[in-house]
């Protein structure tokens, strides 16, 4: 990572802050995007005109169909309903993962870092063998020992997750414990509990924070993958990303069955991204991540 | 420096045990067992207990792990249980394929993103700064799996320009040698294989690649910006270094360091990524294999396929990490106890 002690606030933010009208609508879309996203999950058995795992039409109706605005899929289940209820699990996961992984992942990287010496060496080793597969291999192997269900699936995507925070945290950490602040407060007598908690901690949570944001769209993308290879959700429960699979079964007739739950798995990640980089930006005054 | 990469290598098995025996635990606690799964291929009872005693499932957990690692050690990784097939034999067949897929991979994210790095970091706060920005965090945003559907969508059945499954048409004759189609077309005198092999493979690679791509874009774009800033760069500056000279050999090789971790790093999501892409274009790769294996609970084979993955990855983590640390004179001294 770039040297973190550079990024103190400068003069850069006022190139954001001279923005017009226009400029502010702008930079408040991602988050009313992202509440839109979540208010429709909230409201879908309100907002959906059907049930979304019974038969309630003909097979394969095309859009904009009379009663079936985004048609009906291969079973004759209403699409636009199916979408709805699919962002639930997309949400859940992504947004639960992540505030697990920021928890313990921090909490872990926190008392490495701090630590140091022999202790440091062998929480990374941990890291390390957890780190030893590939993230979304990680979360295969989770699903494959523990079934496929919603809970699983959260946590198989905070387990792989759970490294990029305890590393963060950890060189973060290990930066903070290198300063004489750290020095005067051991000087001073402070437990090691007291420097972690009291003095080093603050310093990284909002770097923390930063990241999180960043990740949740990581972690929808991840938890939509899983759905996708048939390892999320069991259906018939609609979910946006088994849906792509079971759309691009039928790309040759009805391609809009595998592109519209995709374009929304999309958009509500780069929302939440733009959101993780407006936060950044704040935190380092233009320059951010 | 020399004591670190030791102390490192020889944790290397130590590594590779704790996560053998992760992937043994993981794939033996599965709920619904292989044998249930077999039965419902093979109905009759007798033939049932057959199975069971032939591929070792009716020992303690105990006695099998014991058996896993001595086979292990012997560089076994089983068979089959759905088809019977060496799962070596197996692995030797898909790595190849994984391997190219991520080769080519990386240099698709290697060259959009850091170029696009690049081309931002010059002008901070410009239109091209911003509109790359956007793509970046648009090609981040992606679903790989939707992308690359997208793709085919695009450039298969619309455009029909290339094809959408698989590594080599039906119609070409290979007999692998070593698997990698680009040394097998010099060893065999085939140059007729490199044509179809990269048509198949551009779909796969730019989906990966570019996905993968916005994240090394702002790392790269951050990195160089950051640097820009410190204040051995001002110094030079002042000491009327030229802005060229300033830019690669003080705030290039500087900005590098984070660069190379993150390469690193991205290689598995490369190695994450390739599974995807297997699965989407029907690309004869480990991943996709290990994908099937766990669908179809055959563990023996998504044991070795996570295996060989994990060990692969760990090799590639531990290769980044010592560079980093070559590259990085402030770390060639560890600051251990």
Redesign the interface.
């Known amino acids: ?3 973190q002690s ?2 103190a606030p ?1 003069l ?1 933010a006022a ?1 954001v802050g001279s923005a017009g009208l226009v400029r502010q609508v702008l930079r408040s879309l991602p988050w009313v995007v992202a509440a839109l996203f979540v208010l429709a999950a909230l409201l879908a058995p309100v907002l959906a005109a059907y049930d979304p795992i019974d038969a309630v039409g003909g097979p394969m109706q095309p859009l904009f169909s009379q009663g079936h605005l985004l048609g009906t899929d291969g079973f004759g289940r209403d699409q636009a309903s199916r979408i709805l209820y699919g962002l639930r699990p997309m949400l859940i996961v992504s947004l639960g993962a992540v505030a697990l992984a920021l928890v313990l992942g921090g909490a872990y990287g926190l008392i490495s870092g701090v630590h ?3 202790v440091d ?1 062998a929480m990374m ?1 941990g890291v ?2 957890l ?7 990680a979360a ?8 496929a269900s919603l809970l699983n699936l959260t946590l198989a995507v905070a387990m792989s997750q759970l490294p990029i925070f305890a590393r963060l945290a950890r060189a973060l950490a290990k930066g903070e414990a290198a300063r004489d602040y750290v020095m005067a407060a051991r000087a001073a007598g402070f437990t090691q509990a007291h420097i972690m908690l009291r003095e080093v901690a603050p310093n990284l949570l909002r770097p923390l924070l930063v990241q999180a944001t960043s990740v949740v ?1 990581l972690a929808a ?1 991840t938890a ?2 899983l759905s ?4 999320g959700v069991r259906p018939p429960t609609p979910d946006l ?1 088994y849906m ?2 079971e759309g ?1 079964e039928l ?2 007739i009805a ?1 809009e069955q ?2 519209l739950p ?1 374009i929304l ?3 509500f ?2 929302a ?3 959101c993780g ?1 407006q936060l950044a930006d704040r935190e ?1 005054g ?4 | 420096m020399t004591g670190e990469i030791l102390r490192r290598l020889a ?1 290397l098995p ?2 590779l045990f ?2 053998a025996t ?2 043994f ?3 033996r ?4 067992s292989t044998v249930d799964m077999l039965a419902s291929h093979f109905a009759t009872t007798g033939l049932r207990e057959q199975l069971i005693a032939q591929l070792g499932l009716d020992r303690s957990l105990w006695e099998q792990y014991l058996i896993y690692m001595g086979e292990l050690i012997r560089f076994d990784l089983g068979r089959s249980f759905i088809t019977g097939k060496d799962v070596t034999v197996m692995v030797w067949e898909t790595l190849p394929v994984t391997i190219e897929l991520a080769v080519a991979s990386l240099l698709v994210m290697l060259v959009t993103g850091l170029g696009m790095g690049l081309a931002a970091a010059a002008r ?2 410009s239109v091209l700064d911003g509109v790359l ?1 956007f793509v970046a ?2 090609l ?7 992308f690359g ?2 793709l ?2 695009v450039f298969s ?1 619309w455009l029909g320009w290339l094809p959408a499954f698989g590594r080599l048409p039906p119609t070409v004759n290979y007999e692998p040698i070593t698997n990698l189609i680009l040394i097998d077309s010099v060893l065999q005198g085939r140059p007729d294989l490199i044509g179809p092999w990269l048509t198949h493979l551009i779909l796969p690679s730019l989906t990966v690649g570019l996905t993968t791509a916005g994240v090394l874009m ?2 790269a774009r ?2 160089i ?3 820009s ?2 204040d051995f760069v001002r110094t030079a500056r002042m000491k009327g270094v030229p802005g060229r000279r300033i830019y690669l050999r003080h705030i290039l090789r ?2 590098a ?2 660069i190379l ?1 993150v390469i690193g790093l991205q290689f ?6 390739s ?2 892409a297997e ?2 274009f029907g690309y004869p790769g480990i ?1 996709r294999m ?2 099937d294996a ?2 179809t609970r055959d563990y023996a084979v ?1 044991q070795g396929a ?1 295996l060989v ?2 060990v692969l ?2 090799l590639v ?1 531990l290769a980044t990490d010592l560079a980093y640390r070559w590259a990085d004179p402030r770390l060639r001294r560890d ?3």
Do not use: C
């Open positions: 990572m770039a040297d550079g990024s400068t850069g190139s140091g010496g022999r060496w080793r390390d063998i780190m030893s597969f590939p993230l979304i291999l295969i192997l989770v699903l494959a020992a523990l079934g769209a993308l939509a993958a996708y290879l048939g390892l990303g792509v699979r691009q790309i040759f391609p595998t592109v995709g798995i999309a958009v990640a780069l939440v991204s733009f980089d380092t233009g320059a951010g991540l | 944790f130590v590594t704790v996560v992760l992937v635990l993981a794939l606690a599965l709920p619904g901070p706060g920005r965090m648009t981040f945003a992606l679903p790989w799996f939707w559907i997208l085919i969508l059945l702002r790392l951050s990195g910006i950051e640097t800033k410190l500087n900005a360091l984070g971790t598995g999501a490369m190695l994450g990524g599974v995807i699965v989407v991943g290990m994908v766990v669908l998504a996570a993955l994990a990855y760990v983590n600051h251990g106890p």
